[in-house]
């Protein structure tokens, strides 16, 4: 596991402040942020390569703070790969196994056992210099991984590559970790990822922890205005919320004001508040029905994102709103800019951050 207590690295002008965080044991972690963030940075606070202004950074238990980097037993893959560009593939593989000092006996085994695995045994006695990116990035995980780490922390590995490879290789390194049982730390700018790939999520921004949490918490369920925008909730409205009944329920209902909008909501809180109403939340018709949402309100369509099997509706409801609906139902409901549709969502849907 990695546990880091309150962390300040200072990096020129820029410094990670009071950051804490904790993956278990074999657990898949991913960091996600804005450009400038401190997301690498954070990474090599954790590998030793960054020097701490204050703060303690814990292994399976064991404090490494003052530990050197070959000593904190852990794999790190940079964006950049950082190969080896006079060795081949089988000496850069092996590079790793060598600095763990492991024997000669061993290193060919592991090798070997890795090549295959990632599906580049036809290139180990080829130089680095021709491979693709895909193949690189092939190349550069297996290094990593070659000494045996127990924690591996990957720096947007697929950064560099094309969608079907980041596909492959995403897919590839899911089996890895369930087979292999490697604690991960990986930085991405990929949602996608993201979802798919962690069983925690932690947000950073301009270099502290923003939220942490599930995937499912911080997409869902984000914990500030920032996150909400950052994560793509896609509707984030400042205003004001008041409550509507008594004073013993809590939660309770309110109203919220705010973008020249009026909304009925449910709520723990009074006063300013952002309202967050997530696009596949958003129900569209072609006319009024009598339904169980609260919220109602006719918009025109002012244009049409096709991304594959889903759309994104943009409207105009007095101020922008993005609803999220199947092409097909986009298609089979006749929506078109210009055209107009109800909108409805239920008063549970708007998230006050």
Same mark, same amino acid.
């Given at each position: 596991?990695?546990?880091?207590?309150h962390?300040?690295?200072?990096?020129?002008?820029?410094?990670?402040? #009071?950051?804490?965080?904790?993956v278990?044991?074999?657990?898949y972690?991913?960091?996600?942020?804005?450009?400038?963030s401190?997301?690498? +940075?954070?990474?090599?606070?954790?590998?030793?390569?960054?020097?701490?202004?204050?703060?303690?950074?814990? !292994?399976?238990?064991?404090?490494?703070?003052?530990?050197?980097p070959?000593?904190?037993?852990?794999?790190?893959?940079?964006?950049?790969?950082?190969?080896?560009?006079?060795? +081949?593939?089988?000496? @850069?593989?092996?590079?790793?196994?060598?600095?763990?000092?492991? @024997?000669g006996?061993?290193?060919?085994?592991?090798?070997?056992?890795?090549?295959?695995?990632?599906?580049?045994?036809?290139?180990?006695?080829?130089?680095?210099?021709?491979l693709?990116?895909?193949?690189q990035?092939?190349v550069?995980l297996?290094?990593?991984?070659?000494?045996?780490?127990?924690?591996?922390?990957?720096?947007?590995?697929?950064?560099?590559? #094309?969608?079907?490879? /980041?596909?492959?290789?995403?897919r590839e390194?899911?089996?890895?970790?369930?087979?292999?049982?490697? +604690?991960?730390? *990986?930085?991405?700018?990929d949602?996608?990822e993201?979802? /798919?790939?962690?069983?925690?999520?932690?947000?950073?921004?301009e270099?502290?922890?923003? *939220?942490?949490? +599930?995937p499912?918490?911080?997409?869902?369920?984000?914990?500030?205005?920032?996150?909400?925008r950052?994560?793509?909730?896609?509707n984030?409205?400042?205003?004001?919320?008041e409550?509507?009944?008594?004073?013993?329920?809590? $939660?309770?209902?309110?109203?919220?004001?705010?973008?020249?909008?009026?909304?009925?909501?449910?709520? @723990?809180?009074?006063? $300013?508040?952002?309202?967050?109403?997530?696009?596949?939340?958003?129900?569209?018709?072609?006319? $009024?029905?009598?339904?169980?949402? /609260?919220n109602? !309100?006719?918009?025109?369509? %002012?244009?049409?994102?096709?991304?594959?099997?889903?759309?994104?509706i943009?409207?105009?409801v007095g101020?922008?709103?993005?609803?999220? %609906?199947?092409?097909?139902?986009?298609?089979? !409901?006749?929506?078109? $800019?210009?055209?107009?549709v109800?909108?409805?969502?239920?008063?549970?849907? =708007?998230?006050? =951050?």
């Amino acid at each position: 596991m990695i546990r880091l207590e309150h962390l300040h690295v200072r990096v020129g002008a820029f410094a990670l402040s #009071d950051i804490s965080l904790e993956v278990p044991q074999g657990g898949y972690a991913l960091i996600i942020g804005p450009t400038g963030s401190g997301k690498t +940075t954070l990474l090599e606070a954790i590998a030793g390569h960054a020097r701490l202004g204050a703060g303690r950074v814990f !292994m399976h238990g064991d404090d490494v703070t003052d530990l050197p980097p070959e000593r904190r037993g852990l794999g790190f893959v940079y964006q950049q790969y950082h190969l080896f560009p006079h060795l +081949t593939v089988r000496q @850069n593989i092996s590079y790793g196994i060598a600095a763990a000092r492991r @024997n000669g006996g061993e290193s060919a085994t592991r090798v070997e056992e890795l090549s295959d695995m990632l599906a580049i045994t036809p290139l180990l006695d080829r130089s680095v210099r021709g491979l693709s990116g895909g193949e690189q990035q092939r190349v550069a995980l297996a290094r990593a991984l070659a000494p045996k780490p127990s924690i591996l922390l990957l720096d947007e590995p697929f950064a560099a590559v #094309d969608p079907s490879t /980041r596909q492959m290789l995403r897919r590839e390194l899911q089996e890895l970790h369930a087979r292999e049982g490697i +604690t991960t730390l *990986q930085v991405t700018h990929d949602f996608d990822e993201a979802l /798919r790939l962690g069983d925690l999520v932690a947000v950073l921004a301009e270099g502290r922890i923003a *939220q942490s949490g +599930t995937p499912e918490q911080v997409f869902r369920y984000p914990n500030s205005a920032f996150v909400a925008r950052f994560v793509g909730s896609g509707n984030v409205i400042a205003g004001m919320v008041e409550r509507t009944n008594g004073e013993s329920e809590e $939660p309770f209902r309110g109203r919220f004001f705010g973008g020249g909008l009026q909304l009925d909501v449910v709520a @723990n809180r009074e006063g $300013p508040a952002h309202a967050v109403i997530r696009p596949e939340d958003i129900v569209l018709s072609l006319r $009024p029905h009598p339904d169980s949402a /609260r919220n109602h !309100m006719t918009a025109q369509i %002012v244009r049409i994102e096709r991304l594959g099997p889903v759309s994104m509706i943009h409207l105009d409801v007095g101020r922008p709103l993005i609803a999220s %609906v199947t092409s097909a139902s986009a298609e089979e !409901m006749g929506l078109r $800019p210009g055209g107009q549709v109800v909108v409805a969502f239920k008063a549970t849907a =708007v998230l006050l =951050v």
